[in-house]
T-cell receptor, first 114, second 113 residues
Framework: NAGVMQNPRHLVRRRGQEARLRCSPMKGHSHVYWYRQLPEEGLKFMVYLQKENIIDESGMPKERFSAEFPKEGPSILRIQQVVRGDSAAYFC????????????FGSGTQLSVL | QKEVEQNSGPLSVPEGAIASLNCTYSDRVSQSFFWYRQYSGKSPELIMSIYSNGDKEDGRFTAQLNKASQYVSLLIRDSQPSDSATYLCAVNMPGTGRRALTFGSGTRLQVQP
């Protein structure tokens, strides 16, 4: 299966811990997007990356959140010192060529902060 | 005004009927429009894309776009209980400077057997 792979599917953290979410794009895709979804709400854009570059991070909170997409390996969304309000589903999507293109989503990571 | 606006529903239709889902957007220079289906607890799945004014048909689905009115819709013919899901409208919005699709909050569709 060459789809978008996210792991872990479920992540439980206590307040103050760090959460690391991983995403491998579809084969042949070099554009990765992270979205957050709260219950009964739509998808909120967080960050758009290409290999080794952050293209648009306008949706990402200025503190505690960071993202990377290294030359080798998956894209990582990192949340430091998690708070209960960070509990949400985090979806990664990829596209072959960027802006205006259709997105293909991974299965998501459900983050629960105790 | 929300950037991408959808009626949250639920929209309830009987099996076999036509379901009509609507979406309006705020950016006059938007060029790419998508409909995604999301089952409860699952990830969004692309079902239609449309880029030009008019209608685009794919099986039981028809997407309609009117850029002058900043309006895009999705029609589902012969609705089935398996179509019960939340439908998300997604739009690129270059006028905002954002380089990613903007999603509406979704319309929940219920197809009654």
């Amino acid at each position: 299966n060459a789809g978008v792979m996210q792991n872990p599917r479920h992540l439980v953290r206590r307040r103050g811990q760090e959460a690391r979410l991983r995403c491998s794009p579809m084969k042949g895709h070099s554009h990765v997007y992270w979205y957050r979804q709260l219950p009964e709400e739509g998808l909120k854009f967080m960050v758009y990356l290409q290999k080794e570059n952050i293209i648009d991070e306008s949706g990402m909170p200025k503190e505690r959140f960071s993202a990377e997409f290294p030359k080798e390996g998956p894209s990582i969304l990192r949340i430091q010192q998690v708070v209960r309000g960070d509990s949400a589903a985090y979806f990664c999507a990829s596209s072959p060529s960027g802006v205006g293109e259709k997105l293909f989503f991974g299965s998501g990571t459900q983050l629960s902060v105790l | 005004q929300k950037e991408v606006e959808q009626n949250s529903g639920p929209l309830s239709v009987p099996e076999g009927a036509i379901a009509s889902l609507n979406c309006t957007y705020s950016d006059r220079v938007s060029q790419s429009f998508f409909w995604y289906r999301q089952y409860s607890g699952k990830s969004p799945e692309l079902i239609m894309s449309i880029y030009s004014n008019g209608d685009k048909e794919d099986g039981r689905f028809t997407a309609q776009l009117n850029k002058a009115s900043q309006y895009v819709s999705l029609l589902i013919r012969d609705s089935q209980p398996s179509d019960s899901a939340t439908y998300l409208c997604a739009v690129n919005m270059p006028g905002t400077g954002r380089r990613a699709l903007t999603f509406g909050s979704g319309t929940r569709l219920q197809v009654q057997p």
